[in-house]
Nanobody, 121 residues
Framework: QVQLVESGGGLVQPGGSLGLSCAAS????????MNWYRQAPGNQREWVAT???????NYADSVKGRFTISRDNAKNTVYLRMNSLKPEDTAVYYC???????????????WGQGTQVTVSS
């Protein structure tokens, strides 16, 4: 069984910064792409950022230049550093990862439980 556990959400003022983390645990052989998504009330879940196992990153245009995704493969953890936050960044943030699990080395997509980020004065 594999779990993704997120932490770091909260309330922050516009222009502020916040960091999220997401740690994977369980029968993990390796982790390929790791992603962050977000879902605001009344909206569909949208992709935010991706980091490959080789540390190639991609960002949605709405967060490019403000958010930074990183990972620690030794800790099976992905991070999202969010700077210059705006009220429109308010959402539940979810991590997602493509994980190869033991013993058969099949790859599955796993999701975290979500963490609330609220940007408000």
């Amino acid at each position: 069984q594999v779990q993704l556990v997120e932490s770091g959400g909260g309330l922050v003022q516009p222009g502020g910064s916040l960091g999220l983390s997401c740690a994977a645990s369980g029968s993990i052989l390796s982790i390929n792409d790791m992603n962050w998504y977000r879902q605001a009330p009344g909206n569909q879940r949208e992709w935010v950022a991706t980091i490959t196992r080789g540390d190639t990153t991609n960002y949605a245009d709405s967060v490019k230049g403000r958010f930074t995704i990183s990972r620690d493969n030794a800790k099976n953890t992905v991070y999202l550093r969010m700077n210059s936050l705006k009220p429109e960044d308010t959402a539940v943030y979810y991590c997602n990862a493509a994980i190869v699990i033991a013993p058969l080395a099949y790859q599955y997509s796993y999701w975290g439980q979500g963490t609330q980020v609220t940007v408000s004065s």
